[in-house]
């Protein structure tokens, strides 16, 4: 039998209700956040995203889906959506004029890592991103707006945690210090963080390895390299996130695995979904309008893992996966009544209603079960007599009440 690939999902019908709730809800914060829809390609050239995301990160370096088209192009399926969404607003003059851009996006992305619970090869993020503003304000507004999709889920006990990475010049100043530290204790360093040394130091931050984890513990910290602007941009998003009442956990590790981040970077994770708990993150970039021949436009932006929120949507709401209304099934008694409710059902959704028929023209006892089964609020039963004459019964299912139309 042929199957699926890899790191690849079939969303069956048990599951594409959940689905659907979370792609509605985010589409209705989003407007409520003043936020417009792009979407892009899901491939774009592979330059778009090697030159933003960085040569030596995972992403670009290992997971990849890049292959040659029959035209000689090097083309790759999109593994965020960050870069071509800012590769659109450049193309199409979006923020020229130094206008303020607010857009959100939901898609598939594709990344060849290790398949396990809450990691898939092809997976689906919805985000957002502002353009055209350096100030603090984005950056909250931002963040919020992520903590309200969480929490409109009903995802409540999500962790927050922020930091920043400050400005490009504190950043690499930090860069050469750590990369200093890390020099003199390099035999002691695990194999993948050595590597990491002259490719992406500032991941090594990130390293589970325990002996990594006790050289770290003596390594200089990004915070003792922020300019006096970082850190005044920085307090300010605490602040603004503080008055609006969203707590959150100052974490000075966190520097993302995307390298076109400066300033405010934040991740959302979640303890109910085992080692891939991360359900989304962002931050601030404000170089990258310029690889794509853009003006130097400020931005910010997040996305969230869908699947991921699903996971948990699963454990706290399964109800919104099964949620299939159905205003009224329609039973037919036998097949030679079949065109007359047809018609009957059809003029009924015209109206607006949620009609099913049974298209296998079971027995009254059959349809009878599949109507309390997926919970019909009436049912009609349609015999020779009813067509006759034009007149049924809808019974309503909740308290069994009959009505006789004529
Ligand atoms: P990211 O942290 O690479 O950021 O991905 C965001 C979220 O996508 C992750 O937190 C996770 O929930 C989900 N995700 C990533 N990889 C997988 C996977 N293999 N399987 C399932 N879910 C996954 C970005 O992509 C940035 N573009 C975010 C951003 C927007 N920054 C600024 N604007």
Redesign the pocket.
Known sequence: MIQNVRGTRDLLPDQTKGWQFLEQLFASVAERFGYAEIRTPIFELTEVFTRTIGENTD?VSKEMYTFTDRGDNSITLRP???AGAVRAAVQHNLTATGQLQRLWYIGA?F?Y?RPQA????Q?Y?C?A?CYNTPYPEADAEMIMFAATVLEECGIKDYTLKINTLGSQECRQQYITALTEYLEQKKEELSEDSRVRLTKNPLRILDSKDRGDIAILKEAPILADFLSEESKIHFDKVLKLLEKNGFSYYIETKLV???DYYSHTVF?FASNAIGS?D??????R?NTMFEYFGGKSTPS??????M??MILVLQQLRPEIFNQTIVDCYIVALDRSVGEFVQRLAMGMRKEGKRVITDLQYRSLKAQMREANKIGAKTVIVIGEEEMKTGTYKVKNMEDGTELIIE
């Open positions: 992403v965020e959506m960050t992305q990344r890592e809450g990691r898939y090869r997976f993020q985000g991103e993302r695995g995307l991740e891939q991360a359900l989304g993150g962002g931050g970039y910010v932006g997040f996305s969230l893992g699947d991921r």
